[in-house]
């Protein structure tokens, strides 16, 4: 079983920063990518920030810029720094990470998502 355990989170006033993390644990295949989704209430979980193996990382449009997402392999952990905040990026925060599905009986190239059970961001005055 893989588990997720995320912290961070909270309440922000506009223009501030915050800062979540994610760590892995539990029998885990090879890792590929690590990152993070959010949703609000009625809408699609939409991509925030991932990061591969080889720390490459790849942003939503709406926060490039504002936010950064690392990675560190050995603790099976990823972060996410968020500055400059607005009141649209209030939202739930989820943690995935995908990994390599062939370690675990499926097709090469596979890849198996996991998520975290999610953390709340409010950004208010």
Same mark, same amino acid.
């Given at each position: ?66 936010? *950064? ?7 099976? *952990? ?11 990026? *209030? ?27 999610? *953390? ?6």
């Amino acid at each position: 079983q893989v588990q997720l355990v995320e912290s961070g989170g909270g309440l922000v006033q506009p223009g501030g920063s915050l800062s979540l993390s994610c760590a892995a644990s539990g029998s885990i295949p090879s890792i590929i990518n690590m990152g993070w989704y959010r949703q609000v209430p009625g809408n699609h979980r939409e991509l925030v920030a991932t990061i591969s193996s080889d720390g490459v990382p790849r942003y939503g449009d709406s926060v490039n810029g504002r936010f *950064t997402v690392s990675r560190d392999n050995a603790k099976n *952990t990823v972060w996410l720094q968020m500055n400059n905040l607005k009141p649209e990026d *209030t939202a739930i925060y989820y943690c995935n990470i995908e990994v390599d599905g062939a370690e675990m009986g499926y097709v090469d190239g596979f890849l198996l998502p996991y998520w975290g059970q999610g *953390t709340q961001v409010t950004v208010s005055s």
